[in-house]
């Protein structure tokens, strides 16, 4: 909700001309009208109308501005003729009435220019930027004539306003790292994969991983969905980075380094969020040491993911990447304490703590205990086995002895074992999937909902490839009690199943247990994945900083710094288990803030992360929209995979990527759908 | 297939065409700017936006592949509008300079301008200066251009120099050079060709004339062996000489390409040929007193076959010794392939994604052949290999999957061995052969590199509270570190010592492992250096059997212009004997088209006539230059084998067991079609012949060169002493070398130079050539006039004598 003078967006028009202050009605759009908080905005403007704050903007300047923007952007583009030459008239045009030399033919002209640019221009920017200006000229058309009228300047002309204008686009809006989307397809469509790569890298490091595992919160916005089906934005992204690994292109940054100015961060964790804080400050001339508490690098997805679905050949090309910048040095094998981040503190100019949530939950069972021989955490079971599949580090002997592995096998071989996991998102399908190719016998899921939301929570590939992989889905389910024998060994589970009640108001569902339909597994090993932790026992008791209700670390949300000055944090021991992107798009904003705060001692935000967050909660993509100027039904480009029987029983990468006749088809789906949008304070 | 209407028309597309593709095929016109059928869509101008029924808004039809039933609407109302909008907006500040610019006549900006009715100029905004780019052959006017990027597409699509960008800028946008300060490129002038106004235009032509006072004659480039399409563009000479001239050379730029050679070295025609009678009984007499005729490749089918009729009759020896290496090395290819001619073509070459080439300076000898291969390394992300003594950059440059390999001369042996064993089914080989692949096998240790973690175990020092007493002391403490260790180990791997023998790059086989996956369709590509080899009968012989044990399709690309008509019409003979009539060959008696010989003949580009080109086709040319003098043909007629008016009159008779078809030279087409095939005369029929799987002889061991080795090679633009005729080519023959080249024959940059090899010697001016490497020079010679042709029988490599000229 937002308080307007005067606003037209998205169809809803909200016009508080003639009524005073109190009296005006709110328009239902979170536009930015606060800019920061000491600065209120007077305007905003974008691609599907504007919005006034205030009685006293002068909406002629408003527009020819907004059009400088657009000649502005297409600075770096002019790649089509409507956009090139109609960008320039939108604005001479507004820009000669605003000087008071405006005649009546030019409002004529305007509407013919923008019209011809709605309908023709290459990208959504050149279409969209005629639609406020229409708006301007239709619901202020008095103010407009009269200047005209009366050769007059509009107030505001030659005077010094602030206009701040970003571009933007619904995928990259949806993006939590916000990566340039359209450009890194453009890139891919030109046969420029380098240009591709470079995009990406602005915002996202991780090319490779982020090209194979990322759960593409972009696809959701994409508005080619609203046409037909979303393009493959995801797997377009690896198209540059495998491009610049089978040339030997290293290293293709997004921009070139700044010399070392003496400024150091410590950072603790090497996952994406550690890797990517290291990458944007290292680019800023930062130098940071990157302090990893396992042998090896890349966190969580280094030993999470399995090696079929990110092969960690490409994940370390990533790591390269980071490393290959100039005072960026890794410390593995490290496990900070408390006493360490008191020296860190003295030591450093900044630390950024990107420790990620490695404490799998427990599933709440009676009989739920650590010690039980079979019972394995997610996390853990997965460290040991993609430790030795991806690093040939072996399983430590406890652990083998604990968890009854065959002592000769320095691996995990579940060879007749049956393995049960909880869960539902990515980690337990991580869990089933390698148990898989563990060799167990049989690999059971158990899930409280349903299947469409395992497909939610996960991916629709994710899930269909287990099953194909012949893991078993028990839906509605959850474990009551652990059976032990009496060495402590875990013989079963007995289980309950349950029912979903509607909601007679319409809310959601809820579970209900179905009396006397229990039921036992006998199996080996139950390996609780329902969520993770924080374990944030390295932060400083006298710190004193401030946790979320769920136990990470708190933060503004916008800069990543704790309540301790000088100490941020970024990825999953900020906001809890989440993606990958997220994680990265966390970590970029706070690397951005620190390289500002290590010289000043100020925690800022630069216009193009005001605005960032400002658009993000207004919403860029609009699922309604209806799509024009486009011919549905191209279908989506689907890459190969390896067939069940080639990838069951090994780690080969189960996703082949496109060919390039299907990555260049697919990025011609791509109807770059790139805004803008202004703020005037 | 889908089916769809167009304007109500029902059409059919093949999956991902798109629609304008389909109207294009179907006739139907839709309007656009940008849009060059042989690149991928560029999708700049918007023009051609269509509306589908059902569907809201435009939708771009360049770029929108075809979707069953839909209703494609090409015109309306709405679409002129906008269309009109479009060409207004392209009409900002464009310079009103038709009446003085190069373009008028045939400018798409004016063509379109005209056809959406835009007579004002109803914007504008301020302009700023730009200025005008002088590239050699080539004037950029950035005011003119309407960045349609139409060029930069084609330079890199198409050509694979990739020499020119769009500096973006939005209204600023130009296009500019890439990567270097000026145009440094091949010049083949593509550009020029695909610019739709007169933004890109040639230097020579500007201002010599409007384009519609200029005469089109429709013809083959009489340059090399692709016979590419053409048009010469002609007019009087001047008010005061009204006998024609060619003023350019202009292509069917949508759907072929043309050379630099093709497109500036035009005017290469004998002028002011008269006809002398009195030489012309001379001539005749020198006939009736010779026992040989000398000639060359750049004649006609049709002048071919007279000179095998006179042959025939008078029992000439027939010497044309480049001609008949290259009609051996088929005739040998037949022996083992069991086909009577190669198969493979440009356009198959366009289509595949594996492309090896041995035997030939690709870049020189055949650019039509390179364009081909960057489309397999480029657009179909093909990869290749290049085998060849002199590394070259242009090649290299086509991209990184295209492997080079430099090995030295007279290995081209081990290069098709190779090829069989990395290829050829096993089973289907003869077995001495396969025998003697394996023979050749050897087990290798190799040193790989290898990234692994390294544990590093540092004492660090560190102060750590005493808990008991509270006081501070430092302690050493053990620090782990996983640090990434560049490690050698060896391994041992199959290994063929063929690769030993082609001094093959060490990462040969990782290299061609990953292109190799991806390979579908493969081509191998023989040149010129093959056919006068030592070696040729067992080289023609291994590459019939590639083409029989392998899925490669094997071209031989005929080394000059007609070889290939000239290989299949005539029987060629060995030695001249006694007294020899030259034809553009220096003999006792000389017919030449140079304009310096005893009778004047017509230059190729005032002959009507066919060519049977690299692709097998046989091409149409026709006559862009009267010519006043004596013709082939008319010695035929006086010498009783011909009773034909015209020499055309022969085309109809061309022997069809050499795969020739008896169709009169007028009925030949002479066209593309909307579609991008080619309608140029026909194409030779390939006929299966009698084979034999033996007789293939192991690699032999020949004698390496001693001494200052060079290679016979034109460069880039020049082909022979016809282009070194034409005006806009006159430059000089160098010998050129690399640094180490110069160290070696203790030359210097500039130094004028003899060169000595055989019984010929010729004054070079010796350049190094930075990019080059390696101890083999390069000997240019195309400006060495009829002399030059004597040179072609010898292998490409000879050892030289250069002496510095006092």
């Not at chain 2, 600023?172 to 890439?178: A, D, E, F, H, L």
């Amino acid at each position: 909700m937002s308080k307007v003078y005067f606003s037209c967006w998205r169809g809803e028009i909200v016009d508080n001309r003639g009524k005073p202050k109190e009296e005006w009605a709110e328009s239902a759009f979170n536009f930015p009208e606060n800019y920061n908080i000491d600065v209120a905005s007077k305007a905003f403007i974008g691609w599907d109308g504007f919005a006034l704050f205030d009685e006293n903007v002068d909406v002629v300047r408003l527009a020819a501005e907004y059009a400088k923007q657009y000649q502005l952007y297409s600075e770096a583009c002019g790649r089509c003729a409507p956009g090139r030459w109609g960008g320039r008239i939108l604005y001479d045009l507004f820009d000669k009435i605003a000087r008071g030399e405006g005649e009546k033919s030019d409002l004529e002209h305007l509407k013919e220019v923008s019209k011809t640019m709605m309908e023709t221009s290459k990208c959504e920017i050149g279409k969209t930027v005629p639609k406020p200006l229409l708006d301007i000229m239709e619901h202020f058309s008095e103010e407009i004539e009269s200047l005209i009228r009366e050769k007059r300047a509009s107030k505001d002309y030659g005077k010094e306003v602030n206009y701040i204008a970003k571009v933007t686009a619904p995928c990259m809006d949806a993006c939590p790292a916000h990566v340039d989307i359209p450009a890194y397809i453009e890139g891919v469509r030109d046969l420029r994969f380098d240009d591709s790569l470079q995009a990406t890298r602005k915002t996202m490091p991780l090319a490779h991983t982020c090209g194979r595992v990322c759960p593409h919160p972009c696809e959701d916005a994409c508005r080619r969905a609203n046409l037909d089906e979303p393009i493959s934005i995801m797997e377009l992204k690896r198209i540059g980075a495998d491009f610049e690994d089978e040339h030997s292109l290293f290293w293709l940054h997004p921009k070139e380094q700044k010399p070392l100015n003496g400024k150091k961060v410590a950072i603790i964790g090497a996952g994406p969020a550690g890797l990517t804080g290291a990458y944007y400050l290292a680019l800023e001339g930062v130098a940071c040491d990157v302090y990893e508490e396992l042998p090896v690098l890349g966190g969580e997805v280094a030993v999470g993911v399995p090696e079929y679905r990110m092969p960690v050949e490409k994940y370390n090309k990533d790591i390269e990447a980071v490393s290959s910048l100039e005072g960026v040095r890794f410390i593995t094998g490290k496990r900070v304490n408390a006493e360490d981040m008191r020296r860190f503190e003295k030591e450093y100019d900044a630390i950024l703590v990107a420790t990620g949530t490695r404490i799998s939950k427990k599933v709440r069972a009676q009989n739920e205990r650590e010690e039980i021989r079979g019972y394995w955490p997610a996390i853990n079971f997965l460290d040991c086995i993609n430790l030795y599949v991806k690093y040939g580090i072996e399983v430590p002997k406890e652990i083998r002895e604990k968890q009854n592995l065959d002592l000769d096998k320095p691996y995990v071989d579940l060879s007749g074992k049956t393995l049960v996991c909880v869960g539902g998102g990515f980690t337990s399908m991580d869990v089933v999937r390698c148990a898989v190719r563990a060799n167990a016998e049989k690999v059971i899921m158990l899930y409280r909902r349903d299947e469409a939301t395992i497909i939610r929570n996960t991916t629709y590939e994710e899930y269909h490839e287990a099953v194909e992989e012949g893991v078993e889905f028990i839906f509605y389910s959850a474990v009551e009690e652990i059976i032990t024998d009496e060495k402590d060994n875990l013989k079963a589970l007995k289980v309950n199943r349950f029912e979903l009640i509607p909601d007679p108001d319409g809310g959601r569902p809820q579970l209900k247990k179905i009396e006397g339909a229990d039921f036992i597994i006998e199996c080996d090993y139950l390996v609780p994945a329902v969520s993770q932790s924080a374990d944030l026992s390295h932060l400083p008791e006298e710190w004193e900083i401030e946790m979320t209700s769920w136990g990470t670390i708190k933060t503004d949300g916008k800069t990543y710094m704790s309540s301790r000055k000088g100490v941020f944090a970024a990825g999953d021991c900020e906001y809890g288990p989440m993606t990958i992107v997220n994680a990265v798009g966390q970590a970029k904003r706070a690397a951005s803030v620190i390289s500002r705060y290590v010289h000043s001692g100020e925690v800022t935000l630069t216009d193009e992360e005001i605005m960032e967050d400002h658009l993000r909660s207004l919403k860029v993509y609009d699922k309604k929209e209806k799509i024009t100027g486009w011919l549905p039904g191209l279908p989506r480009a689907v890459s190969e995979k390896l067939t069940v029987e080639e990838r069951k029983d090994n780690n080969k990468e189960v996703n082949l990527g496109f060919t390039q006749e299907e990555a260049i088809a697919e990025a011609e789906r791509c109807m770059r759908c790139y805004y803008i949008a202004m703020v005037a304070i | 297939m889908i089916k769809f209407y167009i304007d109500s028309k029902e059409v059919t597309a093949e999956r991902g065409e798109t629609i304008l593709q389909v109207a294009r095929r179907e006739g139907i016109y839709i309007p656009t700017m940008c849009y060059l059928p042989k690149v991928k869509p560029i999708e700049s101008c918007r023009l051609c936006v269509v509306e589908v029924e059902g569907v809201e808004g435009f939708v771009l039809s360049c770029q929108t592949p075809a979707t069953p039933d839909i209703r494609v609407i090409t015109n309306s109302k709405e679409l002129f509008a906008h269309r009109q909008n479009i060409m207004r907006l392209y009409d900002v500040n464009h310079p009103l300079e038709c009446g003085v610019c190069d373009k008028s006549g045939e400018c798409e900006l004016q063509n379109k301008t005209l056809e959406f009715m835009v007579d004002s100029q109803e914007f504008s905004a301020r302009d700023q200066k730009r200025d005008i780019k002088d590239w050699k052959y080539i004037q950029y006017d950035p005011s003119l251009c309407i960045l349609c990027e139409k060029c930069v597409h084609v330079c890199n699509e198409v050509i694979g120099d990739d020499a020119i960008e769009i500096e973006y800028g939005g209204y600023k946008s130009k296009i500019v050079p890439k990567d270097a300060p000026t145009l440094d490129c091949t010049f083949c002038g593509e550009c020029i060709a695909v610019c739709p106004v007169g933004a890109l235009i040639s230097k020579d032509f500007q201002y010599s004339a409007n384009a519609w006072e200029l005469k089109r004659i429709p013809a083959a480039c009489a340059h090399c062996s692709a016979a590419c399409h053409l048009y010469y563009e002609t007019k009087h000479t001047s008010i005061s000489d009204p006998s024609p001239k060619i003023y350019r050379v202009k292509n069917e730029y949508e759907f072929t390409n043309l050379c630099g050679a093709g497109r500036f070295g035009f005017d290469f025609e004998n002028r002011g040929a008269k006809r002398d009678e009195v030489e012309f009984e001379r001539a005749l007499e020198a006939f009736k007193r010779a026992d040989t005729i000398k000639f060359t490749s750049y004649i006609t089918n049709e002048e071919a076959l007279i000179l095998q009729r006179l042959k025939e009759k008078y029992g000439y020896r027939l010497v044309n010794e480049e001609a008949l290496a290259y009609k051996r090395f088929l005739e040998n290819f037949s022996k083992t392939s069991g086909k009577s001619l190669y198969r493979a073509d440009n356009r198959e070459i366009h289509e595949s994604n594996f492309v090896i080439s041995v035997g030939t300076a690709l870049k020189s000898d055949n650019p039509r052949v390179r364009f081909s291969f960057n489309n397999a390394i480029k657009m179909n992300k093909g990869g290749g290999i290049y085998f060849h003594p002199i590394k070259d950059p242009v090649i290299e440059s086509l991209g990184k999957s295209l492997v080079s390999v430099n090995h030295k001369p007279l290995k081209e042996e081990a290069a098709l061995y190779l090829v069989l064993d990395m290829f050829a089914s096993k089973e289907s080989l003869p077995k001495e052969l396969s025998q003697y692949l394996d023979s050749l096998r050897y087990e290798k240790e190799k040193i790989v590199e290898e990234t692994v973690k390294e544990k590093v175990t540092q004492k660090v020092k560190k102060k750590v509270k005493d808990e008991e007493t509270g006081e501070e002391k430092e302690v050493e403490v053990e620090e782990t570190k996983m640090v990434p260790k560049k490690v050698k180990k060896s391994i041992t791997v199959e290994h063929t010592r063929l690769l030993d023998m082609l001094d093959a790059p060490e990462d040969f086989t990782d290299r061609l492992e990953k292109i190799l996956s991806k390979r579908e369709k493969s081509v191998l590509i023989l040149g010129e250096d093959l056919y006068t080899h030592p070696r040729a009968e067992n080289l023609a012989r291994l590459a019939g059997l590639i083409d029989r044990h392998t899925d490669f399709e094997v071209m031989i690309i005929p080394p000059r212009t007609n070889s290939l008509g000239v290989a299949l019409i005539c029987d060629l003979d060995e030695e001249s004997g006694e007294f020899a009539v030259g034809y553009n060959r220096e003999a006792d008696y000389v017919l030449s088209a140079t304009g310096d010989g005893d009778l004047d003949m017509p230059a190729l580009n005032q002959q009507e006539g066919t060519i049977t080109n690299v692709d097998r086709r046989v091409v149409p040319t026709n006559v862009a230059l009267p010519y006043e003098g004596y013709v082939l043909n008319d010695i035929a007629r006086a010498l009783g084998v011909s009773e034909y008016e015209n020499t055309i009159d022969f085309t109809k008779d061309l022997p069809t067991e050499r795969g020739y078809r008896g169709i009169e030279f007028d009925d030949l087409e002479n066209y593309f079609t909307n579609a991008m095939e080619e309608k140029r005369g026909y194409l030779l029929e390939i006929k299966e012949v009698e084979s034999a799987q033996g007789d293939i002889e192991e690699i032999a061991e020949l004698p390496e060169f001693n001494g200052t080795v060079v290679y016979r090679c034109e460069p880039v633009l020049q082909f022979s002493p016809f282009t070194a005729k034409s005006h806009q080519l006159s430059f000089g023959g160098s010998l050129v070398g690399s640094a180490q080249f110069a160290l070696a024959a203790k030359l210097k940059d500039g130094d004028s130079v003899v060169v000595r090899f055989g019984n010929k010697e010729i004054e070079r001016l010796f350049r190094i050539d930075t990019e080059m490497k390696g101890t083999v020079g390069i000997l240019e010679c195309f400006d060495m006039g009829l002399s030059y042709f004597d040179i072609l029988s010898d292998y490409r490599y000879k050892v030289t004598k250069i002496t510095k000229k006092s």
